[in-house]
Every structure is written in C-alpha cells, then in structure tokens.
C-alpha cells in the first residue's frame, strides 16, 4: 500500500471510539484509522457486515474483546480486504450455557431500572489491580458505557457468540494476537489457542495490564502496533 495504511478498529463491550483516545496521537502517525460501529446490530454477522459496508476498500483490522469476534467474522467474510489482522484480549471461545444465563439475569436487572453505566466492581475487574483506584481511567471507561446507554447494553448483552476455533486455520494475512499479564476476563491461554491456530501467528503480552489494554498501556501497545503494520 501506497502512504499510510488504512486501520479499522473495532471496540470491546460498552465501549466506543474513546477506547482509543490515549494512542490517538501514535496511532495517527501510523495509519488512518477508522472506527468501527458495533453499537446498531443485535448479532455479529450483522456487526461485521456494517462495518465492510463503511470501510475502505482495504485496510488493517484490529479487534478488542467483542471487537475481536467481529474482526474474525470480517476476515472470514471478507479475506481479500484485510491487509493485516490483530486480536486484542479476545477469544475465539462460544457462549456457555452459564455465560447465557448469566447474561439473562444482568439484561432483565438492566430493562427494569434505569441504566448509569456499569457497576463499580466491574469497572475495576477491566483493569489491573494496581488500577482499580485510578479514578481518571474508571472515569473514561464508565463514560463511554454512558454515552452508548441502555439500549446498546441489551444489545450487547444478548450477543450469542459461536465457538471460532475450526476456522482460525483460514486466516493468510499477517496476524498478531495481544493479551496482558493481569486480564481476568479475557485469559493468557484464550490467547495462545489463538495465536496456536492462526498460520504465522504472533502473540505478544502485555506487562502490568488489566484487560482494557488501549487505555491502560497505550504507549506500549502503539509500539507493538508500529512492528506489525510496519514489519510485516
């Protein structure tokens, strides 16, 4: 590609475009980028599908958490758009049964009260221990789960997600799979099944993280992000 590539990044749950706030500058100085909507759609073919309608021709993709179900879903669809593919403290696990009902009771607790962002204990799981009384981070994330509000929350929380391990060997384009040290929901291991199954897979972990990455090691992300869409 010609200039700067182009890079279409897509969030995690309840999150939006200020999960990438902190590497906007370093990001900028790398690529394009381009910010995918995962806020519309009830399901991840539908998720996927707006975001090829919306984006370049092509460009590189990197998923966070839920982004990262759609970010495979798009590189299945579409394989020849997608110059460079990144994973980032994702999985290709399914729903289990348990992660259903859990979901169930938070979306019925969620329609019959009015909705002020996510609770304070899960604020403080999404990130590293040493984070949890970083009241500027907590505060960013709590605000983009605002900003989305209620009805993208039980859009989000309905999402069924379909077991991807058997079609992780179709992915050609150079890949990198990104997890942290101190990510308690997104796991180390969920990450090497990744970087195990996809062809030329590299994973690299993130020290002293929790699992909102972008926004608590942004520097150090930005630099893995300059050797994968620059080395490759």
């Known amino acids: 590609m010609s200039g700067r590539p182009h ?3 897509l ?3 309840m999150c939006d475009q200020g ?26 073919p539908a ?11 092509r460009f590189a993709l990197a ?3 839920m982004g990262g179900y759609v970010a495979r879903e798009i590189v299945h669809t579409a394989p020849e758009r997608v110059t460079h593919f990144a994973l980032l403290n994702t999985s290709a696990r399914g729903s289990t049964a348990r992660d259903l009902e859990r979901n169930r009771r938070m979306i019925e607790i969620a329609e019959a009260r009015p909705f002020t962002g996510l609770a304070p204990a899960s604020l403080k799981q999404a990130v590293h221990p040493d ?22 929350f039980l859009r ?13 060997e179709e992915i050609a384009c150079p890949t990198m799979v990104v997890t942290s040290d101190h990510d308690v929901l997104r796991s180390r ?30 520097a150090g992300l930005a630099r893995l992000f300059e050797g994968w869409l620059r080395g490759a």
Do not use: N
């Open 131 to 152: 984070r949890g009384g970083d009241a500027a981070l907590l505060d960013h994330i709590q605000a983009m789960a605002r900003r989305l509000g209620k009805a993208v």
């Open 47 to 57: 998720m996927a599908a707006r975001v090829l309608a919306q984006a370049p021709e």
């Open 189 to 218: 291991e969920e990450s090497e099944a990744l970087a195990e199954s996809i062809p030329g897979a590299r994973l690299e972990v993130v020290a002293d993280c929790g699992h909102m990455t972008p926004l608590e090691q942004p």
């Open 19 to 44: 999960l990438w706030d902190y590497m906007a500058d370093d990001l900028g100085a790398l690529a394009e980028p381009h910010f995918g909507d995962l806020t519309r759609d009830a399901d991840i």
């Open 63 to 65: 998923g966070f958490s």
């Open 11 to 13: 969030p995690g749950l």
């Open 156 to 168: 989000q929380m309905g999402l069924e997600r379909e077991d991807g391990h058997r079609r992780l």
């Open 7 to 9: 890079l279409v990044l």
